[in-house]
T-cell receptor, first 118, second 113 residues
């Protein structure tokens, strides 16, 4: 298994440009999410999905769109990039919660995409 | 709202024990996690504990949970230079899947030789 993969690893955009950050997992996880990591802010949840066709907003959703047409893929779209979106973006996935606990609840993180908006 | 607090920095000498502390506000938290992030890398799950446990030990790692005070700690015994990283505390109500993870801002651990 490749686990959680993200592309690209690095990206530089100009203000107003659009782009899509890709995230894929091959573990048949139902739950996927996007976080952004900023210095001194820790990780903040942008959007998440509990299964194909279902998405919901997290803590900081503004300026981002997501869709979940397949179990494997969960792309994050920036429609009009702004300098405030300069950050490192992490995608994560996990099994849906069926049991009361255990390793099936843990989230697996991708390696991250470092985005700079000029 | 839900909040997770951590001190931002910790510096120890190689061979000493490190203790990283975390407090959280959500009394309904049922799962608490410790993640490690090395420079330029993603997050790696180190260990987790359920709220009905007081302690969990895994090799050099010991997690202590004081549910009454909503305080979680991670102790790393015999700290090595390879342990230098940022450590994130996270909590969720329903596990990391259908319950979203709330992260602390991370504690940067520096290990001096």
């Amino acid at each position: 298994n490749a686990g959680v993969t993200q592309t690209p690893k690095f990206q530089v955009l100009k203000t107003g440009q659009s782009m899509t950050l890709q995230c894929a997992q091959d573990m048949n996880h139902e739950y996927m999410s996007w976080y952004r990591q900023d210095p001194g802010m820790g990780l903040r949840l942008i959007h998440y999905s509990v299964g194909a066709g279902i998405t919901d907003q997290g803590e900081v959703p503004n300026g981002y769109n997501v869709s979940r047409s397949t179990t494997e893929d969960f792309p994050l779209r920036l429609l009009s990039a702004a300098p405030s979106q300069t950050s490192v973006y992490f995608c994560a996935s996990s099994y849906s919660m069926v049991l009361s606990g255990g390793s099936t609840d843990t989230q697996y993180f991708g390696p991250g995409t470092r985005l700079t908006v000029l | 709202g839900e909040d997770v607090e951590q001190s931002l920095f910790l510096s120890v000498r190689e061979g000493d024990s490190s203790v990283i502390n975390c407090t959280y506000t959500d009394s309904s938290s049922t799962y608490l996690y410790w993640y490690k992030q090395e420079p330029g890398a993603g997050l790696q799950l180190l260990t987790y504990i359920f709220s009905n446990m007081d302690m969990k030990q895994d090799q050099r790692l010991t997690v202590l949970l004081n549910k009454k005070d909503k305080h979680l700690s991670l102790r790393i015994a015999d700290t090595q230079t390879g342990d230098s990283a940022i450590y994130f505390c996270a909590e969720s109500q329903q596990g990391g899947s259908q319950g979203n993870l709330i992260f602390g801002k991370g504690t940067k651990l520096s290990v001096k030789p």
